[in-house]
């Protein structure tokens, strides 16, 4: 009993001094003077009492009227961190550190805020506002004439006339001195040079040559690439070991599967000698770099429609158009003049409002809106404005987009911080 009454006259005498302190800093705060009203509420602050979390607020209004005053936004960033540490922080601090940090162009530490108090509150205003703003991005400086989509964290470029290797960034690789090159994979690509073909490694530096006569060549990828021999297409290592078989066309591998014709037919092989689905169809729909497999699905063109095969077994409606499914997230397919979305089991699952569109890449597609070029989330939502004259797809956080400087690279803010997507 003693013991307890102690710890309760104790708690009121601080929570008293806590609500004295406080008022003494209001009435010097209606006076305009704020920096006497700091060590006053910083005091009342530190007790662990019943008026902490109102003296915690109340400084934080006057570290915000001291803002330009130095030390003053640390000061105040450093209080912001401390509320959401807390074990029951409210999802309000997280929003206002969001606001705040937006407001001084931040981007990356509102996000990462928004994300620590989703996983400690389950607020949907939080999620709301997390999924507002986690699309920020910016724009590499670099600009080429032309640029593919990206691939293995790197992207085939153009300039000058010439091909060069650059990162998901937009940042040179390897230079652009190249007739033509291939996709960079198991850390080599393969380039044609005048007359010669033969495979460089990252820091350009020749690794192998083939000992066959090659007229052209595919992307490479799984350590495979298309070689174009006499009449023929065969496939080799990027070492140059040829396979035995012959095929009129292949496409480039994806997920340990590529598009190749025989007979006249589209089908699609695997890595050996088989053949998943069988040569009968009059195309195998394949995105630019020439992959067409995904999710364990695939599109095939007959009687001019397009339909969706998974495992074996058709899926869904018939099309007029479709791209292929990347390894996550939605395909893009035309119906009655527009494009939506379906998922791997065929079922609609974003509207058909869509002048064109490409797959999702990662968490986003690139859809066409009107004359330009934007990005959907998985909800439907344009998250990223309709803004460019062309659009490729997301991979590693970043996508080419045509402006007019030519093409450029973005990289969501959100990425490059490491929290993913």
């Given at each position: 009993?003693?013991?307890?009454w102690?710890?309760?006259t104790?708690?009121?005498s601080?929570?008293?001094?806590q ?6 800093a209001s ?14 509420l910083?005091?009342?602050a530190?007790?662990d ?6 003296a915690?607020?109340e ?9 330009d ?11 912001l ?12 601090v ?17 996000l ?5 108090g989703?996983e ?6 939080l ?19 032309s640029?593919?989509?990206i691939y ?6 153009q300039l ?8 998901s960034d937009?940042?040179?690789l ?8 291939s996709?960079?994979?198991k ?9 010669s073909?033969?495979?460089v ?5 020749r690794?192998?040559?083939p ?9 490479y990828a ?8 006499e ?7 990027g ?7 012959s095929?009129?066309a ?11 014709k025989?007979n006249?037919?589209?089908g699609?092989?695997?890595l ?7 040569a ?6 394949q ?17 001019g ?13 018939a ?13 893009a397919?035309k ?7 379906v998922?791997v089991?065929?079922?609609?699952v ?11 890449g990662?968490?986003?597609?690139a ?5 330009y ?11 990223i ?10 991979s ?6 045509l402006?007019?400087?030519g093409?450029?690279?973005i ?11």
């Amino acid at each position: 009993m003693i013991i307890s009454w102690i710890i309760a006259t104790n708690s009121k005498s601080t929570a008293e001094k806590q609500l004295l302190l406080i008022n003494q800093a209001s009435v010097m705060i209606n006076d305009g003077i704020y920096v006497s009203a700091v060590p006053l509420l910083e005091e009342a602050a530190g007790y662990d009492a019943i008026h902490t979390v109102t003296a915690e607020n109340e400084l934080k209004k006057v570290y915000l009227a001291l803002m330009d005053n130095r030390g003053y936004p640390r000061r105040y960033t450093t209080l912001l961190e401390k509320q959401m540490n807390k074990r029951y922080a409210k999802p309000d601090v997280f929003i206002e550190a969001a606001d705040y940090y937006l407001s001084n162009s931040k981007t990356q530490e509102a996000l990462a805020a928004l994300r620590d108090g989703i996983e400690k509150t389950g607020d949907t205003d939080l999620v709301t506002f997390y999924e507002n703003s986690r699309y920020a991005y910016e724009i590499n400086r670099m600009a080429y004439d032309s640029a593919a989509a990206i691939y293995e964290s790197t992207a085939q470029v153009q300039l000058d006339g010439k091909w060069g290797i650059a990162n998901s960034d937009g940042d040179i690789l390897i230079s652009c001195q190249y007739d033509k090159i291939s996709t960079f994979n198991k850390n080599r690509v393969i380039v044609r040079k005048e007359d010669s073909i033969y495979a460089v490694d990252r820091d350009n530096n020749r690794i192998a040559v083939p000992y066959e006569y090659i007229s052209d060549f595919g992307n490479y990828a799984c350590n495979r690439i298309p070689l174009l021999i006499e009449d023929s297409w065969r496939r080799a290592t990027g070492d140059f070991e040829l396979g035995t078989n012959s095929f009129e066309a292949i496409g480039m591998y994806s997920e340990g599967y590529a598009a190749a014709k025989a007979n006249g037919k589209w089908g699609v092989i695997d890595l050996s000698t088989g053949w998943l689905i069988p040569a009968e169809f009059d195309e195998i729909i394949q995105d630019e770099l020439g992959r067409c497999y995904g999710q364990g699905a695939v599109f095939v063109r007959t009687g001019g429609l397009v339909y969706l095969i998974v495992d074996g077994s058709y899926v869904g409606d018939a099309y007029e158009d479709a791209h292929p499914f990347t390894e996550e997230g939605y395909a893009a397919v035309k119906k009655n003049g527009k494009w939506g979305f379906v998922d791997v089991g065929g079922v609609e699952v974003i509207k058909f409002v869509f002048d064109d569109a490409l797959s999702f890449g990662q968490h986003l597609a690139a859809v066409k809106y009107g004359e330009y070029w934007g990005y959907i989330s998985r909800y439907g939502q344009m998250v990223i404005d309709a803004a460019f004259y062309e659009a490729k797809s997301f991979s590693d956080g970043s996508a080419p987009v045509l402006t007019e400087r030519g093409w450029q690279f973005i990289t969501l803010l959100e990425f490059k911080k490491g929290a993913g997507l």
